[in-house]
C-alpha cells in the first residue's frame, strides 16, 4: 500500500473547498432520502473494506490487534450511521416556537439547514472512527466535506482517500493528504464549519486559523482527566474497567483515564490488584497480539521522557502485568506502568500522557478530591467508582468536566444520544447525539406575519392606540415573568 508525503497531486485544497461551494449552492439542500442514500454508501464502504482497515492501521502503529480496531474504531462509526439514519427524520423537523402577546396572529419555527462546506481534521490515535463519525454527522447534516487526516498514520489516510473517491464525488466528499504545513493551509480556509480533534496545544492555533475568516468551530481536545476510586471500592468490576480505559490502543485515548485518585488507605491494595488486573487482561504482556503500540518514535520517547523526569523528581515507578521477553520486545512497545506520588511540577502530572502510564495520588477525603480537580483545568472526561449516594452527587455536581462516567470508563463515548465534547481547555462545542446534528446546521428562525398584524399600532405616528398597545404589552410581559425584576 502506498504512504503519500503531500497532498493529492493537482488538486489544491482552496480549489476543492471552491468546487464543493459551488456544488452546494447550485443544487437544492438534500432531502431526507438523499441524505439516508449517503449514510447508507458509507456504511457500504465502511463493512466493504473491514479487513483493509484492521490492516492499515496495525501497520501504522507498529502493531494493533485487529479486535481492539473492530471495537473501538469499526463498531463506533457503524453504530454512529445507523443512530443518525434512524433519527435524520427527526433531528430534520422543523421546530415550533412560542410568539408574543402581539403577534399571535403569527407563527414562528426554526428549521436546521445546512451550513454548506465542513472541514474535518481528523487525529492519529483513531484514525478511522474520528474521521468516519464526524463525516457522517456533516453528511446527515447535509453538508459538502473536507477531510484532513493524520500523517502519522498514512496507510490509514491513504486507504480512507481511496474508499471516499469509490463512493463520493469530489464536490460531495474530498480528501486533503499531507503533513503540518498542509494542516495549517486546511485550518485557513473559509469553511462553513471546522470540527478539529486533537491536542489543546494546536487547538489554540486551528481556532486562531479560522478565526480570521470567522469560521466556527468545533475543537476536541483533551487534557488530563482523573479516575477516582471511593474508599473500599477496589473490586474486580472497578479495576477491571480502569485497566481498560487506561490501557486499550495503548493508552493513546483523549478520554483515558490520565491520573488516579485513590484513598490513603487502598494504595498499596489498588497497586496489587492492578498488577494482577492486567496480568489476567494481557496474559502475555505488551508483547502479546492484545497490546498496541505507541504510534511513533517520537511520542514513544515523549512516554519514556515522562516517566523519567517524575523518577528523578522522587516517585516511585512500578511496571504492572507480565513482564515482556526481551528477545520477543516489539518496538515502540511500553509496559504498563504507574507512577506512584509524582509531584505537581512533574511534566506528568502537567502534560496529557496518552500512553499506558498512570499517575497515582492518594487523598483523605472528597472535599480534597474537588479542590484538587478545580484547581486543574477542565478535563474531557471524569471518572467515579463507588456507590451512587452523596459522595458521587457532590463531585459530579461541584466538578466541571466535558463528559462523565460512574463505575465505568470511556462508556459515555459510545452513548450515541450523548453530546461528546470538552470545556475550556479541553474543547468546544460537541458532536455525537443531536447536537451533533445542530452543531453542522444552521438554526434559522423564521416567523410568518398573520393576517391581524397587531404590531402595525406601534407604528408612527404615535397616539392613544400607541399607548394602549404598550400597556398591554408590557403588562403581557411582566405577567409572563420576561421583564426583569
Aim: charged residues 20%; neutral net charge; proline residues 6%.
Amino acid at each position: 500500500m502506498s504512504i503519500p508525503t503531500e497532498p493529492i497531486p493537482n488538486i489544491d485544497a482552496a480549489e476543492l473547498l471552491g468546487r464543493q461551494r459551488s456544488a452546494f449552492l447550485r443544487e437544492e439542500p438534500p432531502n431526507l432520502a438523499q441524505r439516508k442514500a449517503r449514510l447508507a454508501r458509507l456504511r457500504a464502504v465502511v463493512l466493504a473494506n473491514r479487513e483493509q482497515v484492521k490492516e492499515a492501521i496495525s501497520a501504522d502503529f507498529g502493531h494493533r490487534s485487529h479486535h481492539e480496531t473492530d471495537i473501538m474504531e469499526l463498531v463506533g462509526v457503524i453504530q454512529s450511521i445507523d443512530y443518525l439514519t434512524r433519527n435524520l427524520g427527526r433531528f430534520m423537523k422543523p421546530e415550533r416556537r412560542h410568539v408574543g402577546v402581539l403577534y399571535r396572529s403569527g407563527r414562528a419555527w426554526v428549521e436546521y439547514q445546512p451550513k454548506g462546506v465542513v472541514g474535518v481534521m481528523a487525529p492519529w490515535n483513531y484514525p478511522f472512527s474520528l474521521t468516519f463519525i464526524p463525516l457522517a454527522t456533516a453528511l446527515a447534516a447535509g453538508n459538502r466535506v473536507m477531510l484532513k487526516p493524520s500523517e502519522l498514520t498514512p496507510r490509514t489516510s491513504e486507504l480512507i482517500r481511496r474508499m471516499l473517491a469509490e463512493t463520493f464525488p469530489a464536490d460531495e466528499v474530498a480528501i486533503v493528504l499531507g503533513g503540518r504545513e498542509v494542516g495549517a493551509a486546511f485550518s485557513s480556509l473559509p469553511f462553513d464549519h471546522l470540527l478539529f480533534t486533537g491536542s489543546t496545544q494546536v487547538g489554540r492555533k486551528v481556532m486562531k486559523a479560522a478565526s480570521d475568516n470567522l469560521v466556527p468551530v468545533t475543537l476536541e481536545l483533551g487534557g488530563k482527566s482523573p479516575v477516582i476510586v471511593a474508599r473500599g471500592h477496589l473490586d474486580e468490576r472497578t479495576m477491571s474497567s480502569i485497566v481498560f480505559g487506561k490501557l486499550s490502543n495503548g493508552g493513546q485515548t483523549c478520554v483515558a483515564p490520565d491520573y488516579a485518585l485513590i484513598h490513603e488507605g487502598d494504595l498499596e491494595a489498588f497497586l496489587t490488584r492492578f498488577d494482577a488486573t492486567v496480568a489476567r487482561t494481557y496474559p502475555e504482556g505488551p508483547t502479546g497480539a492484545d497490546y498496541t503500540s505507541i504510534v511513533s518514535d517520537t511520542h514513544y520517547d515523549r512516554l519514556v521522557g515522562l516517566v523519567e523526569d517524575a523518577r528523578r523528581r522522587g516517585a516511585r515507578v512500578v511496571e504492572a502485568g507480565v513482564a515482556p521477553e526481551s528477545a520477543g520486545h516489539r518496538p515502540r512497545t511500553l509496559a504498563p506502568t504507574l507512577v506512584i506520588g509524582a509531584g505537581d511540577e512533574s511534566a506528568i502530572m502537567q502534560e496529557e500522557i496518552f500512553g499506558p502510564i498512570l499517575p497515582v495520588r492518594t487523598y483523605r477525603n472528597m472535599e480534597e478530591v474537588i479542590d484538587y480537580v478545580n484547581a486543574r483545568p477542565r478535563p474531557l472526561a471524569l471518572y467515579y467508582f463507588g456507590n451512587e449516594d452523596n459522595e458521587c452527587e457532590m463531585l459530579l455536581t461541584r466538578t466541571t468536566s466535558g463528559n462523565a462516567g460512574v463505575n465505568n470508563t470511556l462508556m459515555h463515548v459510545a452513548q450515541d444520544d450523548l453530546p461528546f465534547g470538552g470545556i475550556g481547555p479541553s474543547g468546544m462545542g460537541a458532536y455525537h447525539g443531536v447536537e451533533g446534528f445542530r452543531a453542522m446546521s444552521h438554526a434559522k428562525g423564521v416567523f410568518v406575519q398573520g393576517r391581524w398584524n397587531l404590531p402595525r399600532l406601534l407604528r408612527a405616528p404615535f397616539g392613544r392606540l400607541v399607548d394602549l398597545a404598550l400597556t398591554v404589552a408590557l403588562g403581557a410581559s411582566r405577567k409572563s415573568g420576561h421583564v426583569d425584576q
